[in-house]
Structures are given as C-alpha cells and as structure tokens.
Nanobody, 122 residues
Framework: VQLQASGGGLVQAGGSLRLSCVVS????????VAWFRQAPGKEREFAAA????????RYADSVKGRFTISRDNAKNTVFLRMNSLKLEDTAVYYC????????????????WGRGTLVTVSS
C-alpha cells in the first residue's frame, strides 16, 4: 500500500487549500483514511479522518468547521479542503490509511504517506 499526498503550498491567512491523498491499494474502498499534521517543534496530531464508505468523519476541535474531508473511491483519492487557514495550521500534513479501524483518530494506522508542507503566512 502506498500513499501520495499533494496540494500543499504557501497561502495567506484566511485562504484555502485542498490536499489530495492518492492511495495505491487493492480494494481502496475498504480503507479508512486520515490526515495528521506535524507543526515545527511539535508532535504529530490528528486533523481529520473518513471511514471506508465515507459515512463517518472525524475532526480535531482545532479544525472543525474549517476543514472538510471527503473521498472519491473511483479515483482512490481522499481530499482535505482547508478553509479560513490560520498561522497555526502551518505543518507537514500526512495521510494515513488502514482497514478495520476501531478508532479513526488514533495514529496507529499501518500505512503512511510522506507528507506535504502547508505554510500559512500573515
């Protein structure tokens, strides 16, 4: 299973970005997928997750109402739409995938991508 995250970049505070995570896996539709992020000097933290069928989503309190996670199983892709970006959203964003998750928010996913850098400027 391989994951490729993209879509990061430099954006001004208040702006928007859309991250994409392409998951190369047989039966992608069986996989739960999450986004985690790691800011400079901080530990990695959960941002958002979506269940295998898209029926269940979870968000960290810090991004709730601003970020939206979605998936297109026909394209093996999960998206993270980020609106109203803040300086504190600056981080490397990683996507992770796994099957049969008991918790979407735990960082014990088996498969991880390399990450894409999001920088929010003032």
């Amino acid at each position: 299973v391989q994951l490729q995250a993209s879509g990061g970049g430099l954006v001004q505070a208040g702006g928007s970005l859309r991250l994409s995570c392409v998951v190369s896996a047989p039966s992608f539709s069986n996989y739960d997928v999450a986004w985690f992020r790691q800011a400079p000097g901080k530990e990695r933290e959960f941002a958002a997750a979506i269940s295998w069928n898209g029926g269940n989503t979870r968000y960290a309190d810090s991004v709730k109402g601003r970020f939206t996670i979605s998936r297109d199983n026909a394209k093996n892709t999960v998206f993270l739409r980020m609106n109203s970006l803040k300086l504190e959203d600056t981080a490397v964003y990683y996507c992770a995938a796994d099957t049969s998750r008991s918790s979407l928010m735990s960082d014990t996913y088996r498969y991880w991508g390399r990450g894409t850098l999001v920088t929010v400027s003032s």
